[in-house]
């Protein structure tokens, strides 16, 4: 097998990971990649979460229009830094830009402990998303091409819903660290950041057992590289006891190549697949809105509008994570058997209407603060589902050549136009102290949900149990 630049290679190792059993193997790969959105979870809980402690710390002094403008920086990092980050990962292979990513990771949220102003604060935010932001497309393209097509979705929506483990995190240490009782205020907070940093250190070195994408070394010129690695693979499995069909399996033809150029990453998304590319960012601009406006401004509601303690946040915010976990663990089942297109209709639908449902009592003042928990646990635990699925989607649905880029430029747009603003507005409209006025920001986030389930429903691609290949055409495939 020729690992020649510009040869044409034919394999079958797409279709023998595919067949794979699932194993200790794709377990580690979930483990040590999918950790990933656990220390997201952690760290958009614990911004929020401290966020009355921001305001009351003596040295930042937080009002809420700031606080939701450092939830807008941590936003605007992920962005860039996916963008950035996604079109090295293309170019320079999955695994040596998931240990890049978790580097900047690491040593940004440790210098967020240490802020001395706003303005250092909010800096140090926006690298801690740079990190996050190119974990994702670094993370989100090693899985897909890892994982056997039969659980693709139910895994990649378990992963994405490991957020909300982080989430758990967060929000009990926010109870013990900014306990007044146990730690200064002013110390309480900075600790909470570094949890962050002590948790990647460990990630570190879980992630040196896994290997990188044999499909990605097919289309490099490295195909004795990808040959080596499949082989182990199936070793590992065979010696853990696990037997599967020893009958031939389907060819794919690939010429070699170094990366994709940008015009032809451009020409894929606008023209070849452009009605993917509109379904993708209406998926994924209506969730980042509906989930960056209320998630990072959840603190803010709960000590503004019903006078709960900075310190108490976090016990409301438990139950919140848990609905948010359970969706995709026990809905993501439904999106590799029902199919795709029927599961992110419903959960985009629900979730919209649930909301619209649940603003209105709140501007009527008809739930106690307890009650508007439980709205949030029934309403997100489809919204969760949802949100996983979009990512699922848009990392799915492009030729592997693209893939991260692709995830990259979704979540970007996505973010760009539903998140960075979410928490901005919503900070700003909670500032008024009018519910009606928060209303109108609940509002307009279940009208884009419902849009994007009409969306969804007429044009979204069924890709459930389908190889990668077969769903999108390599673009260095040769017939």
């Known amino acids: 097998m020729s690992g020649i630049l510009g040869a044409v290679v034919e394999t079958d190792i797409p279709a023998r990971l595919d067949r794979l059993p699932w194993g200790r193997f794709h377990t580690l790969v979930v483990v040590a990649l999918g950790i990933t959105w656990i220390l997201d979870g952690l760290e958009v809980t614990l911004a929020g979460s401290v966020a009355g402690a921001l305001k009351q710390s003596p040295v930042l002094q937080l009002t809420n229009t700031q606080i939701g403008l450092a939830g807008s ?20 292979g999955r695994k040596k830009m998931f240990f890049i990513t978790l580097t900047v990771y690491m040593i940004a949220t440790a210098a967020t402990a240490f802020a001395w102003n706003f303005w250092s604060f909010i800096f140090f935010r926006f690298l801690t998303g740079a990190g996050i932001g190119g974990e994702y497309t670094a ?68 992630r040196m057992w896994i290997p990188e994408s044999p499909r990605w070394l097919m289309t490099h010129g490295r195909a004795d590289e990808a040959v080596a690695i499949m082989a182990g693979i199936e070793a590992r499995l065979l010696a853990q006891g696990h037997r599967w069909d020893d009958a031939p399996l389907p060819k794919t033809r690939l010429r070699a190549r170094t990366h994709t150029s940008l015009s032809e990453v451009v020409s894929t998304l606008f023209r070849t697949q452009r009605q993917r590319t509109y379904v993708g960012l209406v998926l994924m601009a209506s969730q980042a809105f509906f989930y960056n406006a209320i998630f990072f401004t959840y603190a803010l509601m709960l000590t503004d509008f019903y006078g709960v303690p900075a310190d108490h946040v976090g016990w409301y915010i438990l139950p919140f994570a848990a609905g948010n976990f359970l969706g995709p663990l026990l809905l993501g089942r439904f999106f590799d058997t029902w199919g795709r297109r029927p599961m992110l209709t419903i959960t985009y639908a629900l979730s919209g209407v649930l909301l619209a449902a649940t603003g209105y009592l709140f501007a009527q003042d008809l739930v106690s ?46 973010t760009g136009v539903g998140g960075v603003l979410g928490p901005w507005l919503f900070g700003a409209l909670i500032e008024t102290g009018s519910r009606m006025s928060v209303f109108g920001g609940y509002l307009g986030g279940a009208v884009l949900m419902l849009i994007a389930a009409g969306v969804a429903a007429r044009w979204a691609v069924a890709a459930e149990r389908k190889s990668l290949e077969s769903i999108s055409r390599p673009l260095a495939a040769v017939d």
């Open 73 to 92: 920086a941590y936003l605007a990092g992920a962005v860039l830094g996916a963008i950035f980050f996604g079109w090295l990962t293309d170019r320079l």
């Open 139 to 206: 993370i989100n393209s090693t899985i897909q091409e890892l994982i056997p097509a039969r659980v693709r979705g139910w895994t990649d929506l378990a992963i994405n819903g490991s957020f909300w483990v982080g989430a758990a995190l967060g929000a009990a240490g926010s109870i013990v660290l900014l306990n007044p009782a146990l730690f200064d205020p002013d110390i309480g907070w900075r600790l909470a950041f570094l949890i962050g940093a002590v948790l990647s250190v460990i990630i570190f070195f879980l």
């Open 369 to 414: 603060v307890r009650l508007l928990t439980v709205c949030w646990m029934v309403i997100f635990f489809f919204a969760s589902a949802a949100a996983s699925a979009a990512y699922l989607t848009v990392s799915e649905t492009f030729p592997l050549e693209i893939r991260a880029l692709a995830i990259a430029f979704f979540y970007a747009i996505g």
